[in-house]
C-alpha cells in the first residue's frame, strides 16, 4: 500500500492518481497538481478508473453512515416505545437517500437517468416502508406527493439548462424560481394532507421575497448579454 506524499491518502497499486488532492503518481515518485490545487477542475479530470474508486469511497462513507442512523434511531426507539413510531421519519429518509446514493456510484448514466430511477426507486421505498408500517399513512399521501414535487422541478430545471446552454445569473435566477415554487408546492401539499385545504402562508412569503432577486437577476442578465466586460465577471 503506498501513501500520497501531498495529503497522505492510502492509495491502491493500480491507481494514476490521488482521489483526495489529484496528484498524479509518477514512475519516481509524485509529480503535477500540489495538494493547494485541489478543486473540482482536478476532480473532474481524474481518469476514469480514479473517479470509479473515488465514487465507491464516497458510497462506502454514505453508506456507513446513513446504515448507523437508521440502526441507531430503530434501536431508540425500540427501547423507549417497545415497538416502531417515530424511527419511521428517518427511516424513510435515509432508505431513499441510499437508493440515490446507490444509483450515482454504480449507475454509470447520464445524470437525469439517475435522478429519474431514483425516482421511481424512492417511490418503490415509500409503497414498502408503507406496507411494513401500515400506521404511516404519511409515506403514501405525503411523501409520495413530495418526492414526485422534488423530482419534477429538479428535471425540469436540469432540462433547461441543458436545452438553453447558458450559465452564470441566467441559472441562479431558475433556480431562485424553482426554490419559489417548490415551496409553494411543498406547503399545498402539507396543507391538504393536514385540513384538506390548501392553505398557502410561508411560502407566498418566501416567493415575494425571491420576485425582486429573480427580477434583478434577469435584468443583469439580458442588460449585460452583449457586453463581454461583464460576461466575464459575472460568468453570463
Known sequence: MI?????????????????????????????????????????????AEDKYVLKHLLWQIVAI????????????????????????????????????????????????????VGWLASTLVLWLLYYLFPFAGW????????????????????SLFHLTGQKGLYLLAYIFVAIALLGLLLEGIISYYVSRQIHLSWSVIVAACLFPVITALFFMFYRMKNQPVFQKIFHT
Open 3 to 47: 501513501s500520497c506524499k501531498q495529503c497522505g491518502v492510502e492509495l491502491e497499486t493500480q491507481m494514476k492518481s490521488c482521489p483526495l488532492c489529484g496528484t498524479v503518481v509518477g514512475e519516481a515518485g509524485y509529480k503535477g497538481s500540489t495538494a493547494t490545487e485541489l478543486s473540482l477542475t482536478n476532480v473532474l479530470q481524474l481518469p
Open 65 to 116: 453512515l446513513l446504515f448507523s442512523g437508521i440502526v441507531a434511531t430503530l434501536l431508540i426507539d425500540l427501547m423507549i416505545n417497545q415497538h416502531v413510531t417515530w424511527a419511521v421519519y428517518p427511516l424513510c429518509f435515509c432508505t431513499i437517500l441510499l437508493s440515490y446514493a446507490a444509483l450515482l456510484a454504480f449507475w454509470h448514466k447520464k445524470t437525469m437517468y439517475q435522478i429519474l
Open 139 to 158: 409515506l403514501l399521501y405525503l411523501g409520495i406527493p413530495i418526492l414526485f414535487s422534488v423530482n419534477f422541478i429538479l428535471l425540469a430545471l436540469m
